[in-house]
């Protein structure tokens, strides 16, 4: 095990410090060959970003890096059937899945068939019908005389209502990203998922969300289109299809799939086509929301999705697409007052059910190495909020469950180096839960209420035997030291080029070595905002978000000029046309 970075075993916020691990020669490699800081080519190494790779992650292109999205098995098969529909005027339908995911991926399919041309019907159920197709959509989509149907988000494991709509002479094109389940698996006219099991392992698709497999699929749709003159015969523009890849940013973000290779690529291009504010509910939403700088992917997954969730977990499930698809300034209006409203009560059921919750697990006297809570009638739409609340505030495993009567309902959230995915599949094989599945760090299951002691006892034994991992000291992995010399505006835009940050490509974070805190004080909601100095000069501006009652913020209060190791990142200010660099404080040691 490496020594703690800088000899922080247990921080302010009780975690032990650790270098990200990086490889020196190909750091050195990197800096000459694209003339970067060494921190920022460590950077790149440290996540596996070989040479051969580096132009595309720091200049990433949609001319030059997106790949042909005939490779993917089904593709030009659905492309060719769609395009069928189109050209024979027959009715499509699209069904959706209920979060922000679905919502931009059906509306991205719905947008881009309503304006080549196409009669559509979309259709996002609630949750309250469960996640996929259903009979009684299927039944719907037949009295309405649809043709071809299209599911995006889900369908790959839904055999029995896909079978039947298919038996009735409806067409189906699943477009998904889920884990396919070979025992599921629907007869359907083209299934186009990066995760069928023979596609390859290490194809470039892997790790789209639903709303980037559908992006390929028009892409390859209007390139069939193009081909067969359907434009030019029929008097209608050719669409700029990156008008949506705002849409492709929005979903990508939300469904917390890795930004790396071409989702990194989808999202950045994304980003610029949010900030032309195009789309008329999404610029409502932002209004709504109070953003008023470009949207990164900060506001999209934690200021915008939170928004358009709340119509899925607590509400009515379509707001989200209605919002998207709306080309009415007053409809997007009263639509965005909708969901503040469902967002506001959805907070309020969040935080009542994440109380109960920690008291339970804090009543209990036993050494306990994942957090886990359960509750009659707690809302089903907010448990797997509430499960990602108690990981970060315990630093485990953590598995909420909600009972509705005989039955009970739970979504569990992990922690680095626990697959809690193959915890539920071995509850699941146990027969202790009735239904489960997910990836190594999220998960959700059903089982009887009944089951819910031994489920404590099953997962508390799973998680201890993997892998003997330590989880009573965290981890806060840094990304190297910085002298406070060095912490610049040329740096901090220099860093940019790693943008956009999210799952599987963090925002960098760096220790600064010896500095003292001067000036400190609270400003808004409890944060700390102070100055810091080096030992051999040099300062910089520095901010605590909402730590006045921490123990690092009332050290900082009551200890002028004293010494700490601390740990953040660069964040650039910008104030009447003027830019200045802020080191952002989210750790600290005291010398």
Known sequence: MAAPLLGVESSFNSYQWVQKPYTDKEAEYLTRRFDLPFIVAQILSSRNIKAEEAEAFLYPSMKKHLPDPSRLKDMDKGVARAAKAIKNGEKIAIFGDYDVDGATSSSLLYLFLKTVGAEVILHIPDRDDGYGPNMKAMEDFISAGVHLLL????????????????????????IDHHEPDITAAPTVHALINPKRIDEAIDNPWRSLAAVGVAFMFIIALNRLLRTEEWYSQNGIPEPDIRQWLDLVALGTVCDVVPLIGLNRLLVKSGLKYFAKRSNIGLAALSDSAG?????????????????INAGGRIGNAALGASLICTPN?????????????LNATRKEIEAAVSIEAIEQIESRSEEQNIAF????????????IV?????????????????????????????????IGSAVLDALAHGIISKGGGHIMAAGFSLPAANIPEAYRFFSEHIASQAGKDLSTPELELDG?????????????????LEPFGEGNPEPKFALKEVGV??????????????????????????????????????????????????????????????????VIIDAHKI
């Open 291 to 307: 953003i008023k700088e470009a949207p990164g992917t900060y506001h999209l997954g934690f200021v915008l999705g939170p928004r």
């Open 518 to 583: 001067y000036a400190s004080g609270i400003r808004g909601s409890g944060h700390i905002v102070c100055t810091l100095s080096g030992r051999a000069g040099g300062s910089v501006k520095a901010i605590a978000f909402k730590a006045a009652d921490t123990g690092m913020g009332k050290s900082f209060l009551e200890n002028h000029g004293e010494m700490y190791n601390l740990a953040g990142y660069l964040k650039i200010n910008e104030w009447n046309g003027r830019k200045s660099v802020q080191f």
């Open 387 to 419: 499960a990602g609340r108690l990981k970060e505030r315990y630093n485990l495993p953590s598995f909420v469950i909600s009972i509705d009567g005989d039955e009970a309902h739970g979504s569990c959230r992990s922690v680095p180096g626990i697959d």
């Open 151 to 174: 599911t995006v988000d889900c369908g790959t494991g839904a055999a029995e209502p896909l079978n039947f709509i298919s038996s009735k002479g409806v067409d189906t094109i699943v």
């Open 373 to 384: 809570a359960y509750g009659k009638d707690w809302h089903a739409g907010v448990i797997g």
């Open 481 to 497: 030291v910085l002298d406070i010399n060095a912490v610049n505006l040329e740096l901090a835009e220099t860093l940019n080029l």
């Open 329 to 341: 300034d007053d409809e997007a209006a009263s639509i965005c007052k909708k969901l503040e409203e």
